[in-house]
């Protein structure tokens, strides 16, 4: 639930700054999953940058606190990657 969301977000933000001995503030979801309390919550926690696979609503085009992520297929020829980045920015509001 959200409290097991909230404690794995703070920990993991923990985790990474003790290692590494820098500030954690970019927070990428697992397979894109998220809502608006996770959102507020990261917010919350630290997170200037949060970054889906996909945006959840259509608010997030606006949301400066989330950014969409786009994949790149090691498989893919340089020119179906472009292709695929060029639809990819067209769907996503990026004219």
Request: net charge negative.
């Amino acid at each position: 639930g959200f409290s097991d969301a909230s404690r794995e977000l703070q920990l993991s933000k923990d985790s990474l700054q003790r290692v590494t001995g820098k500030e954690i503030r970019c927070v990428a979801y697992p397979f894109g999953s998220y809502n608006t309390a996770i959102k507020d919550e990261a917010e919350k926690q630290g997170y200037l940058y949060q970054i889906a696979v996909d945006y959840v609503y259509p608010e997030d085009v606006n949301d400066p606190r989330i950014l969409n992520r786009h994949g790149i297929p090691s498989t893919t020829t340089y020119e179906a990657n472009i292709l695929l980045l060029n639809n990819a920015f067209r769907s996503k509001g990026y004219n």
